[in-house]
């Protein structure tokens, strides 16, 4: 059971490249959410998905999009990337009255 | 919208003694969920403990326990015969009840806890 799944775990961008991060979970979550890790800041929500279809807004969305097709996946896509977006990027996932799971990480230098 | 604030950035504790972190949150709601997370330096993140707000007993995994105050909406984690280990940053997070729809967490900033030998 390999719970969720983040990749990659370290990414470096340049000004303006988009990228996706990815996510998957195997535990048939209906909950998935984003959240960047800022020092001094705790983990803020970026966007979250209450099931297949279904997306919002967190705290601190702009810059970023999601999609979930699937109950598996919610990969969070980076337009245009900006060095305020370099961050530890973390998904997190839970059945509806569970506790979060969450993946390893995926520290983003953007430059 | 809810709030959690952890008022101390940092705790020191000596090996084998207990500490206390401190966490408290506004809401208007009734039914809801806390947590404690747990981040060593690997930055995996763990849960630590859960308390459901309908439950009066404070909940307790081993060695970890909490202080639940409902009507003082405070959460504080005790973490009894500190070891090494223990040493990382801790986050306190609260969840909405599903029954409200809207479920994501929303975490404290944290306290780094140093366990010094």
């Known amino acids: 059971n390999a719970g969720v799944t983040q990749t990659p775990k370290f990414q470096v961008l340049k000004t303006g490249q988009s990228m996706t991060l990815q996510c998957a979970q195997d535990?048939?979550?209906?909950?998935m959410s984003w959240y960047r890790q800022d020092p001094g800041m705790g983990l803020r929500l970026i966007h979250y998905?209450?099931?297949?279809?279904?997306?919002d807004q967190g705290e601190v969305p702009n810059g970023y999009n999601v999609s979930r097709s699937t109950t598996e996946d919610f990969p969070l896509r980076l337009l245009s990337a900006a060095p305020s977006q370099t961050s530890v990027y973390f998904c997190?996932?839970?059945?509806?009255?569970?506790?979060?799971?969450f993946g390893s990480g995926t520290r983003l230098t953007v430059v | 919208a809810q709030t959690v604030t952890q008022s101390q950035p940092e705790m020191s504790v000596q090996e084998a003694e207990t500490v206390t972190l401190s966490c408290t949150y506004d809401?208007?709601?009734?039914?809801?969920?806390l947590f404690w997370y747990k981040q060593p330096p690997s930055r995996q993140m763990i849960l630590v403990i859960r308390?459901?707000?309908?439950?009066?007993q404070n909940a307790t995994e081993n060695r970890f326990s909490v202080n639940f105050q409902k009507a003082a909406k405070s959460f504080s984690l005790k973490i009894s015969d500190s070891q090494l280990g223990d040493a990382a940053m801790y986050f306190c997070?609260?969840?909405?009840?599903?029954?409200?729809?809207?479920?994501?967490?929303?975490f404290g900033k944290g306290t780094r806890l140093s366990v010094i030998a």
């Open positions: 535990m048939n979550h209906e909950y």
């Open positions: 998905s209450v099931g297949a279809g279904i997306t």
């Open positions: 997070a609260y969840r909405s009840s599903p029954n409200s729809g809207n479920t994501p967490l929303v």
């Open positions: 308390q459901e707000a309908y439950k009066q």
């Open positions: 997190a996932s839970s059945s509806r009255q569970g506790s979060y799971t």
């Open positions: 809401t208007s709601e009734s039914d809801y969920y």
